[in-house]
């Protein structure tokens, strides 16, 4: 009987313990120069990352429930970004290049095709997030997101506090940067997308994350990098794609049934 009343006790007072956590201290203001020149570094690294190449596991809860798939991924700066979806036994379901001048995708199951101007809606129905070449690269290195000017956004810092062991930055386009105490990029806040990386990856001395969490209102998806190389020799036709003879060219509605948030659904 004494043990079930202290067990009862340990029960009744232990939870309000947790409750009484230590409080944060306040935000403290953080001189931006010096935090833009964090930035810059940061930025300056991940461009670094010139050209990548590796498989990328993929999973996660979309509109369609959950999902699973596995990416190969190789891109090479400024434009070039080749993505292809495997299917059972290493097949391909589907293959996706950019370039400066649009996006091709070639569906060699069904021979058919999608070429458009507009490379991050059609990424968008893909992979459930319009993301152009550029923020799939800045996602990959490290960056969560271009921050140099080359997508059209402002990158430069505007206001910075500190608090804890986090510090975070607002842009001038309304992003939002927390950066943790090893002053490594933790998340990045953009109006379509939250990216965030929870792996201490840089000590760890890896050139490129192994953990990334895309997120949406919508959708929520862990990218696991595996066997990447980076700026290593491409191969000579890494992003050219030859569209089959006969197929048949598609609108970018048609190709949400093969979007990888819905692999899983399919597979059943």
């Known amino acids: 009987m004494n043990l079930a009343r202290v067990a009862l006790v340990a029960a009744l007072v232990l939870p309000g313990c947790r409750r009484n956590l230590p409080a944060l201290p306040p935000p403290t203001p953080v001189d931006v120069v010096e935090i833009q020149t964090i930035l810059d570094e940061l930025v300056r690294a991940a461009e670094s990352v010139r050209r990548y190449q590796g498989f990328v596991r993929i999973r996660g809860r979309g509109p369609e429930g959950g999902f699973s798939g596995r990416l ?8 070039h970004l080749r993505v292809d979806l495997l299917g059972a036994f290493g097949s391909t379901r589907w293959s996706a290049v950019t370039s400066a001048s649009g996006i091709t995708v070639v569906f060699p199951g069904p021979k058919q095709y999608v070429r458009e101007a507009d ?5 968008g129905r893909l992979l459930g997030v ?5 923020e799939v690269m800045a996602l990959l290195a490290g960056a969560g997101a271009p921050m140099d000017g080359s997508d059209g956004h402002d990158g430069s810092a505007i206001v910075a ?6 510090t975070t930055v607002r842009l001038g386009d309304g992003r939002r940067i927390e950066l943790d105490e090893e002053a490594q990029i933790a998340l990045v806040q953009t ?3 939250r990216a965030s990386y929870p792996s201490p990856w840089k000590r760890r001395g890896r050139h490129v994350p192994d953990t990334i969490v895309l997120e949406t209102d919508t959708m929520h998806a862990t990218l696991s990098p595996e066997d990447v190389d980076v700026n290593v020799a ?5 992003f050219v794609i030859e569209i089959p003879e006969g197929a048949e060219r ?6 949400a049934g093969e979007a990888v948030f819905v692999v899983r659904q399919q597979q059943r």
């Open 130 to 134: 319009p993301l152009s070449s550029v």
């Open 191 to 193: 109006s379509r997308y």
């Open 250 to 255: 598609l609108r970018p509605s048609d190709v």
């Open 234 to 238: 491409l191969a000579s036709d890494a």
């Open 119 to 123: 490379s991050a809606d059609v990424v």
């Open 72 to 79: 190969v991924v190789v891109f090479e700066r400024p434009h």
């Open 161 to 166: 506090h500190r608090q804890g062991s986090v």
